[in-house]
């Protein structure tokens, strides 16, 4: 369909209640589904006649079920003949008992007619307009005069509809300042101020927007967007929410803003980075965006269950990024208002259970990243072990795992076997990980294996085990999970002496030869724990004729080891399972884990699917999802970049472009941009943020008036400038960059600014909140130590989420806490007393001069003389109880304690108050 | 207040968003640390119409409660091993359910034949009113006849967010405002120094539809809910640093808003009239908001009734603020007490384990609460309501077909137990009726919407005439539904 037909929506508004804008009040119109009919069907009868429930046989949900025989072995809808319809009888009829809706209001007389209308013209179904992909639009010519792009005449129109103006364009210093924090987050410093007001070439602006595009604290802003999606955090979630290493992955957020990194390739590289062919350490590190699920590391729980939560979250939260879709509706039965049905949840499910993770205490699979020391070290350890003989062979082209996985061979590192399940990871070696599982340990095989082992001459096995009764077996098999047996044996009951593992299992193997993928299996043969449980620390493939190692060469393999296990910054990646090993995906019966039923292949929705071919796997997945033929992925894409513009999306509902969700305010615009973002700007973010900056629309003043507060009260037809209140990043980083204190480098670990005493509630650790020394205490936001349980409490107040799950929106709010943030925290304070220095320094003896210049570091603008005024009479009354105003130095007095400030300068109480100025905490 | 300050205030109060701005636009800038508004200074005629619109449009009565204590157990707690006695679901423990039970109903997600689970807890009849209630709460059962049960209470959400959501918004999707901001857009707060809505939370999670069961919705963000902490400082940043007097503090925010009434002036944002209002309160709060949340000068026998720890973060130290917050003339007082999500999947969630702590942790508080309003004759104009989002099945939960250690119960929407106590409630009845197994309400159901009119009713606001015009057409806290229970009314 397309949305030319919509007819003067914008004045039924007003009129319609309930029912969408999309209803057409003409009477002459042939009725389209869309516009009339879908709106009551899913306000009064798909509460009983949609996914959750089928009375009577009769569901409106698909098509093909709406037409098909109900219960009373009848269609409920007869095309042409409205008085055949069961349909149009049972919302008419007499008696109570029959009439439609059971408990619910009447249809009223007009709804009626318009769906006997419906079914007399055909009855004509039509797919709901998020699932047909954008058609080409004309340009509309209306707003010739005012246009700058192709966004303006579809946004005039509409404010022509309603009889509105647009405003006019912003002052330049307004602009200015909100352009900035736009595409930046961080507010023009008082020299850019001075060169863009100077600046009169006609392209001035355009120059400027170009120059914050190519800034790279541009990707610092975006990524704190994006990182609401991702649901980073620096824990694991749940009771313990212990750290979690995964701040190289909002790096990479960073630097993929920063060099506008397509958003298809930047949606491939973090849903399937890991499976495109030889991927490099960046496209790995894009995988953490799913490994961002949290990690239930409390005792006794079972890894399956929060493994299985984790790609339920991976599932929905993909639909919600990217297509807008609550998926979550269908995990327990067919989505009750989309066409979507119970099968698909777990088809798509199907893409993510093959990823290796698995709920373990320490993340695996993960990507080592070397300390620089360590990673000489290494280089020197691998140079040595070349030198003493030609028995090893180490590709030093390699990345340094496999070097050390080399140097070490042939001892094979438990800790870096190439798959495995329902066994977990010490530091030093393989746990069977009954004593988890003990719920269900039947069915359960506890199994590891290493790729391409070389088997010639392989005489025998040693294991260093630990195992606390006879209960437990290995099995060691070649090339399958079922394939050939080459050896199995008991493990018998030892001890742990003074700290040290047990000792060796000696495993004779059968011959072979070549190289084969090794499968380990941990056999419980009385299905008891703890008895039955085993670890084990090493490995050692002992061949035929194998020289004795050198000990030097011990020696250096045993710090190898140690580097390995012990000195590496590991990141959680994604990883596929190999072939043999993944996962059998089946049907939860409603939506129940420990309830599988039908098996099921990788599948998407059929509604969202274009032609036939299913994608094969999570790779080909994230290609769908970013393939032109996919309905969603651009629009709804644009419109969380348009949201963050202007305050809303053209759809208001971020996260919910179904049937149910908010119709669009301009949907030809909306489709025009998702096109121009795939065709003409090849997924480009920078280029889309450039044309939606530079649009007339954009550039308006913020300023209302009566008329436009009557007509258009939230701005959704913008018919003035956006204005609205900043993020909780941006109000800290803005205060940090006016006054002088921001630490602007970009990337690395999260750091802790000083936090209240009390406000960390750990259980089960350690851990403490250590607040950063020096400058690094005066870091952007995004850098702040994210503690799902306990989240950075000025963050909180200013409406960041807890980041648990994914957040498409945060609900802007307006709180006296907000107040006593910005008037109280030390942090706002230690910035007040920054910008009274530079004030100080800027205005000299002049009081008037160093507030004037405070003003306008802080709000880009020149104050006026009332509110010089104002802010002068606050000097004097804090002078005046501020002893020896002009005699006493002003520093900043950085006090031992982080969250202790005292205010001993008159300016600092003028700066507080700058800081907290609406215009100031407000983009405009 | 003097009744024509108070006529004053209540009109403001009373008016939609569009008439308040029309009748402020006047008088900005002159005011500094005003009404909740910040614009006190509507001319005598404003005022006439305001007792004219009081005591004219009829659509106000006189409300039987100033206030309302809400006490939230979230997860859902199971009625039947509290208030919902069924002998005849004890004699079907473990069996089969019959097929005559099951006749004609619809399960939300039990399929075929499920066991039935007896009650997880002795039942006895307590009181004059003969009310059945558990050995689970041996304080609380001493109140038998202070309070009236809702023992049909249904909804139409069986996932925790959404019945939440529906419970407090009466819409189970995102964006609605909450009741307590209904009630503080209705009436405003009673205390100029105090937030009108505070929501306290124990259990050491929020609910799970997070602070949107608190929020503002489409009404402006002044009426929403403001968390308040019963550890450490009760509200972040409540205390100015060293060296920032009061006064001083009171001339700053003085000059922030004169400011901001001015940017007002020229770009009209309502948003800017309530950072006014917000920074005003701000500065209120930092004197009274410690003094109310301070519990540790409360008498030892207070303490004891309670069972509070001063310093402690717990539902005991809430119920006490909340009694504190009630006497200074907070309007409504929300607490989320988390942890009844007795599925049994794990023993924090088993109805023989995490379910009887979570009942020890209430038991004592709730019922010191009542005992402490009605000495203080708070019980008259205060109105207690307890309960949980949904109820929970008569089945024993059973995830995967095998016996699982702990007993539990799954979402159940057709039936819970709601009670409500004090202004203007009868007390020592029970309202409505479920089926011999207490799985769905059978007489005089109570649905969510109806609870949610009658609460309103009692504070004297007609539910189908509180309304907010937004997005073309009227909104209201009940949607097009809700019904004044009156049979509960005394």
């Known amino acids: 369909m397309s949305f030319r037909n919509i007819l003067l929506p914008v004045l039924v508004i007003g009129l319609i209640g309930s029912l969408s804008f999309w209803q057409c009040r003409s009477t002459s119109a042939t009725i389209s589904y869309n516009q009339h009919i879908r709106p009551i069907f899913n306000a009064k009868c798909l509460a009983c006649h949609g996914g959750v429930r089928k009375s009577g046989g009769f569901s409106l949900l698909f098509e093909e079920e709406a037409f098909a025989a109900t219960e009373s072995g009848k269609a409920a809808i007869v095309p042409g003949q409205h008085g055949k319809s069961e349909l149009f009888r049972r919302l008419t009829h007499q008696d109570p008992e029959l009439r439609m809706p059971l408990d619910g209001q009447h249809l009223t007389e007009e709804e009626i007619d318009l769906i006997a209308r419906w079914i007399d013209e055909g009855a004509k179904w039509e797919e709901h307009w998020a699932y047909i992909p954008p058609q080409p639009i004309a340009i509309p010519q209306s707003g010739a005069d005012w246009k700058k792009n192709d966004i303006d005449p579809f946004v005039f129109r509409k404010l022509q509809a309603l009889e509105l103006e647009p405003a006019p364009e912003a002052d330049r210093s307004a602009l200015l300042r909100r352009v900035s924090l736009d595409l930046t987050g961080l507010p023009p410093t008082p020299e850019a101020v001075d060169a863009f007001l100077t600046d009169d070439s006609p392209d001035a602006y355009e120059k400027l927007v170009d120059s914050l595009l190519a800034s790279p604290h541009f990707g610092e802003h975006w990524a704190a967007m994006w990182l609401d999606l991702a649901r980073y955090a620096d824990s694991k979630g749940y009771e313990k929410d212990p750290y979690r290493n995964i701040w190289r992955y909002r790096d990479w957020v960073i630097g993929a803003f920063n060099r506008d990194l397509p958003f298809d390739e930047f949606t491939i590289e973090q849903l399937a980075g890991d499976m495109l062919p030889d991927p490099d350490r960046d496209q790995l590190i894009a995988t953490a965006f799913h490994r961002n699920t949290m990690t239930n590391t409390e005792g006794g729980t079972d890894d399956e269950e929060f493994r299985v939560a984790a790609v339920i979250d991976r599932l929905n ?114 746990v069977s990980n009954w004593i988890y599982n003990l719920k269900s340990i039947a069915g359960k095989r506890f199994r590891f294996m290493f790729e391409q082992v070389d088997l010639d001459q392989l005489e025998q096995i040693r294991f260093r085990y630990q195992s606390q009764g006879n209960d437990a077996w290995i099995e060691l098999r070649i090339d399958e999970p079922e394939g050939r047996l080459l050896a199995k044996q008991q493990f018998t009951a030892n001890a742990n002496v003074n700290g040290e593992w047990g000792g060796d299992l000696l495993v004779p193997v059968e011959a072979g030869s070549g190289k084969h993928d090794l499968y380990f299996e941990i056999i419980n043969t009385t299905n008891k724990a703890p008895d039955g449980m085993v670890r084990i620390s090493e490995i050692e493939l002992q061949y035929a004729e194998a020289a004795v190692a050198d000990p030097q060469l011990q020696a250096y393999r045993k710090e190898l080891r140690e580097i390995q296990t012990q000195r590496v910054d590991y990141t959680p990646v994604m990883k596929p399972k190999v072939t043999a090993m993944e996962r059998q995906t089946k049907l939860f019966d409603r939506g129940n884990w420990m309830v599988q039923t039908t098996p099921l292949e990788g599948g998407v929705p059929r509604v969202m699917l274009q032609g036939e071919e299913m994608p094969a796997n999570r790779l080909a997945f994230a290609r769908w999802l970013v393939s032109e033929d996919n309905p969603l992925t651009a629009r709804v894409i644009v419109n969380r970049f348009w949201a963050r513009i202007f305050g809303r999306g053209l759809i208001e509902t971020l996260e919910d472009f179904g049937t149910q969700s908010d119709p669009p305010t301009h949907p030809e615009l909306l489709d025009h941009l998702a096109l121009r973002f795939m065709q003409e700007h090849g997924w480009s973010v920078k280029s889309l943020l450039r044309e939606i900056v530079t649009s007339a629309t954009y550039r308006q003043s913020s300023k209302a008036n009566a008329q ?119 942090a706002f304070l230690e910035a007040a007393q920054a910008l009274a220095q530079r004030m100080r320094e800027a205005g000299g003896q002049d009081l008037e001069a160093a507030i004037r210049a405070g003003y306008k570091r802080a709000l880009g603008q020149e104050a006026d003389a009332e509110t010089v005024a104002i802010l002068r009479d606050l000097h004097l009354r804090a002078q005046s109880e501020m002893d020896g105003p002009t005699a006493r130095a002003r520093t900043i007095a950085f006090t031992e304690d982080p969250n202790e400030i005292e205010l001993t300068d008159p300016m600092a109480v003028v700066a507080n108050a700058i800081l907290n100025l609406d215009g100031f905490l407000t983009k405009q | 207040m003097k009744i024509y300050e108070e006529a004053k205030h209540q009109y403001y109060q009373y008016h939609t968003r569009r008439h308040f701005l029309k009748s402020c636009t006047t008088g900005l800038g002159a005011i500094a640390l005003g009404s909740l508004f910040g614009c006190n200074t509507g001319s005598a005629n404003d005022v006439e119409k305001a007792i004219q619109t009081m005591t004219g449009a009829g659509a106000h009565f006189a409300p039987r409660a100033k206030r309302v204590i809400y006490l939230h157990m979230a997860g859902a707690p199971s009625q039947l091993e509290l208030f919902d006695y069924k002998p005849t679901l004890n004699q079907l423990n473990g069996k089969p359910c019959p097929p005559s039970l099951l006749e004609g109903k619809r399960f939300a997600f039990i399929s075929g034949v499920p066991d039935m689970l007896g009650h997880q807890a002795e039942f006895q009849q307590h009181g004059e009113s003969g009310a059945w209630i558990s050995d689970r709460l041996p304080h609380f059962s001493t109140m038998a006849d202070e309070v009236c049960f809702l023992k049909a209470m249904h909804t139409d959400e069986f996932n925790h967010a959404p019945a939440q959501l529906l419970l407090y918004s009466g819409s189970p999707r995102l964006g609605r405002p909450s009741m307590g901001s209904w009630v503080t857009y209705g009436l405003g707060s009673m205390n100029d120094n105090l937030p009108g809505y505070v929501v306290m939370v124990s259990g050491g999670k929020t609910p799970s539809a997070g602070k949107s069961v608190w929020g503002s919705g489409f009404l402006p963000s002044v009426y929403q809910g403001v968390q308040c902490r019963s550890e450490g400082d009760p509200v972040l940043y409540v205390s100015d640093p060293k060296g920032m007097s009061r006064d001083l503090r009171k001339q700053s925010i003085d000059a922030i808003n004169r400011i901001n009434r001015k940017e007002y002036e020229e770009f009209q944002d309502p948003e800017i009239l309530t950072r006014v209002s917000q920074y005003e309160m701000a500065f209120k709060m930092q004197l009274s908001v410690p003094e109310a949340m301070d519990i540790s000068k409360e008498p030892e026998y207070i303490h004891e009734l309670y069972g509070t720890e001063p310093g402690r973060s717990s539902f005991a130290n809430n119920c006490l603020l909340a009694r504190r917050l009630a006497e200074r003339g907070v309007r409504f007082i929300q607490l989320f007490q988390w942890g009844w999500d007795s599925h049994g999947a794990g023993k924090n969630e088993a109805l023989n384990l995490g379910f009887k702590e979570r009942c020890k942790e209430v038991d004592q508080p709730m019922t010191a609460l009542l005992k402490d309003l009605k000495q203080r004759g708070l019980l008259e104009d205060t109105l207690v309501v307890w309960g949980g989002e949904f109820g929970r099945t008569p089945m024993q939960e059973n995830r995967n077909g095998v016996a699982v250690p702990f007993s539990g119960r799954d979402h159940q929407t057709e039936a819970f137990t709601v009670w409500m106590a004090g202004g203007g409630i009868k007390s020592g009845i029970s309202f409505g009726e479920t089926d011999e197994i207490g799985y769905a309400g059978i007489k005089d159901r109570v649905h969510v919407h109806d609870l949610q009119a009658t609460i309103l009713h009692n504070l004297g606001l007609n539910h189908e005439k509180l309304t907010y015009h937004f997005q073309g057409r009227d909104f209201r806290l009940t949607d097009q539904f809700g019904r004044v229970v009156k049979e509960i009314l005394a």
């Open chain 1, 317 to 430: 939260t993909t639909y919600e990024v990217w297509q807008a879709t609550t998926m979550s509706c269908v995990q327990c039965h067919s989505h009750p208002y989309d066409p979507i049905r119970h099968e698909a949840f777990y088809e798509s499910y199907d893409y993510f259970n093959q990823s290796q993770d698995g709920d373990l205490d320490n993340e695996m699979p993960r990507l080592a990243t070397f300390p620089r020391v360590e990673a000489e070290r290494v280089r020197e350890i691998i140079g040595f072990i070349q030198d003493l003989g030609p028995s090893q062979t180490i590709d030093t082209s390699a990345d340094l795992e496999t070097q050390i996985r080399q140097a070490l061979f042939p001892e094979l590192l438990p800790t870096q076997a190439d798959d495995f399940e329902n066994v977990s990871f010490n530091n030093n070696g393989v």
């Open chain 1, 708 to 826: 436009k507060l009557e007509l258009d009260p939230d701005n959704r037809w913008l018919s003035r400038g956006p204005r609205f209140r900043l993020t909780a990043e941006q109000i800290r980083d803005q205060a940090l960059a006016v006054s002088g204190l921001l630490n602007d480098s970009i990337g690395g670990r999260s750091v802790m600014p000083p936090q209240p005493e009390g406000v960390w509630q750990i259980v089960y650790s350690g851990e403490q909140w250590r607040t950063s020394s020096d400058s690094m205490r005066h870091r952007r936001g995004l850098y702040t130590y994210w503690k799902r349980t306990t989240p950075y409490p000025s963050m909180i107040a200013f409406d960041s989420p807890s980041r648990e799950f994914c957040v498409s929106r945060r609900i802007r709010t307006n709180t006296p806490l907000q107040a006593l943030v910005t008037l109280n925290d030390p």
